[in-house]
C-alpha cells in the first residue's frame, strides 16, 4: 500500500489515478496539474469513481514549467518535496519534462513511470539513471503507454517464447469508431505528440542492424477486426512508418531481431492528405512558433471530437524457424467509467508497469521496459484491467 503521485491530469492522467487506485494498492494519490480548472474537474470525477473508498486524494496546482529544476526556486522545492513524500510517481506531462520529473525521481529515490513519446529524452533518462547514485535503486520507467509501452512489451513477450526472430512487426492506432472528414480521425492525445510521430526518421531493424527511415514511408494495407457494429467496419485501413513507436527496442534487440519495424495504422486516405502537409513543410521542428503552432491549432480545430467514441488496436506478429506468435489487442470505451479507450490502453499500461516495482515484477533500475517488465504477469494485469489480448501460435 503506497502512495502515488500523479503528474498531469489530462486524459491520460486521470485514468492513471483511477486505475492506481483500482489495482495499484494506493493508500493515498496526490494529483498535480499546472490547470486549477482541470485539476479539479478530475479530482472531482475520481472522487465519484471512488466513492466510499479510504484512499485519500490530495491536489496541488503547480506549472512544473515555472520549475528551474537545478538550483533554488519556490516551484522546484515544491516539487521536490512532493517526490520525497511519495514511493513512486506515474509521469503524465508532455515528453519535454520527462528529463527534468527523472532528475527528481532519482534524486528523491520514487519510482517513476512515464509515457514517454521521443526517443532521444527517453535514451537521456536512461543514461541519467544508469549513472546516478541512485540509480540502481530506483526503478526508472519511461515510454510506458500503448505504444511505446505495451506494443515493447509485446514483442519482449514474442521473442521470450520464440527466441531470435525474423521478424516482428507491430501495427497500433486510436481512431474514431465513427471517422468524420476531412482526417477521418481525431484528437486522442497531445497535438503536438501527435506531429512528433509524422515527423523525422524513425529506427527500424534491418538484416539485423539499426537503421534510420524516413516516416510516411512503406504504405500498406492492413485489416482491423472491427465488429460490425460500429460505422467504420466497412472501411478499408492504411498503415505507415511513424517515428519514436520502437522507442528503445533496436537497441534492445540488436542482433536477435533481423527485422522491426513500427507501423501506425489509419482509416485509407488518412496517409495522402498529412504527406501533403509534411511536403509543404507545416511539421517542420522550429520549436513550437510557426509553422507547427499553427498546423497544430488547425488540427485541435478540426480533430476535437470529444463526444464521439474511439477503439485502440496494437498488433505484434513475430516470425522465427518457421513459427509463427501473434498478440492482439482491441479495445473500446468503457460504458461504466466513461474511460476512453486510448485512455485505458495508454494509462493502464503505464500503471501496470509501475505498479510491478511493488510486488517484484518489475525490475528495480533503469529500463528499457522489455528488459524490466515480467510480460507473462503483464498480459494477466491487462487482462484484470478488461483489456483483452488474443495469443495465437502457427
Not at 500500500?1 to 494519490?29: C, E, I, K, N, P
Not at 515544491?78 to 527528481?104: D, I, K, Q, V
Not at 499553427?294 to 485541435?300: A, K, P, R, V
Request: glycine letters at 12%.
Amino acid at each position: 500500500m503506497s502512495t502515488y503521485l500523479v503528474l498531469g491530469l489530462g486524459m491520460q492522467g486521470t485514468a492513471a489515478a483511477h486505475d492506481l487506485f483500482l489495482h495499484g494498492g494506493a493508500t493515498r494519490l496526490v494529483l498535480v496539474d499546472s490547470d486549477r480548472k482541470r485539476l479539479g474537474e478530475a479530482a472531482a470525477r475520481l472522487t465519484s469513481l471512488m466513492a466510499g473508498s479510504p484512499v485519500e486524494l490530495q491536489t496541488h496546482v503547480l506549472d512544473v514549467a515555472m520549475a528551474r529544476f537545478e538550483g533554488e526556486d519556490e516551484v522546484s522545492a515544491a516539487l521536490g518535496s512532493l517526490f520525497a513524500g511519495a514511493e513512486l510517481c506515474m509521469n503524465c506531462l508532455p515528453y519535454r519534462f520527462s528529463l527534468a520529473m527523472t532528475r527528481f525521481a532519482l534524486e528523491h529515490a520514487t519510482h517513476i513511470a512515464d509515457l514517454g513519446g521521443n526517443t532521444a529524452i527517453v535514451r537521456e533518462q536512461l543514461a541519467m539513471a544508469a549513472s546516478h547514485e541512485n540509480g540502481a535503486h530506483v526503478a526508472v520507467l519511461p515510454d510506458c503507454g500503448l505504444m511505446p509501452g505495451m506494443g515493447n512489451l509485446f514483442a519482449a513477450h514474442a521473442l521470450g517464447e520464440l527466441g531470435d526472430c525474423e521478424s516482428i512487426h507491430i501495427r497500433c492506432c486510436g481512431l474514431p469508431t465513427d471517422p468524420k472528414p476531412p482526417l477521418d480521425y481525431m484528437l486522442l492525445f497531445n497535438v503536438n505528440g501527435l506531429i512528433n510521430e509524422y515527423f523525422g526518421m524513425a529506427q527500424v531493424l534491418r538484416q539485423g542492424e539499426i537503421r534510420e527511415v524516413q516516416t510516411f514511408g512503406e504504405l500498406e494495407s492492413i485489416g482491423l477486426p472491427m465488429p460490425s457494429h460500429l460505422a467504420g467496419a466497412g472501411r478499408d485501413f492504411e498503415a505507415f512508418i511513424t517515428s519514436g513507436g520502437l522507442s528503445t527496442l533496436p537497441w534492445s534487440f540488436e542482433g536477435r531481431v533481423q527485422d522491426l519495424d513500427y507501423k501506425t495504422v489509419r482509416y485509407a486516405g488518412h496517409h495522402a492528405k498529412f504527406k501533403l502537409l509534411k511536403d509543404l513543410g507545416l511539421f517542420a521542428e522550429t520549436g513550437e512558433g510557426p509553422p507547427r503552432k499553427i498546423l497544430g491549432s488547425c488540427l485541435e480545430a478540426a480533430l476535437d471530437h470529444p463526444d464521439d467514441e474511439d477503439l485502440a488496436f496494437l498488433r505484434c506478429t513475430a516470425r522465427a524457424g518457421g513459427k509463427q506468435l501473434q498478440l492482439e489487442m482491441f479495445d473500446l470505451r468503457d460504458g461504466e467509467t466513461g474511460f476512453t479507450a486510448m485512455e485505458r490502453t495508454t494509462a493502464y499500461s503505464a500503471t501496470a508497469c509501475l505498479y510491478g516495482v511493488l510486488i517484484g515484477k518489475t525490475k528495480v533500475g533503469a529500463g528499457p521496459i522489455e528488459n524490466a517488465v515480467d510480460t507473462g504477469w503483464y498480459l494477466e494485469a491487462l487482462g484484470q484491467r478488461g483489456i483483452g489480448v488474443s495469443v495465437t501460435r502457427s
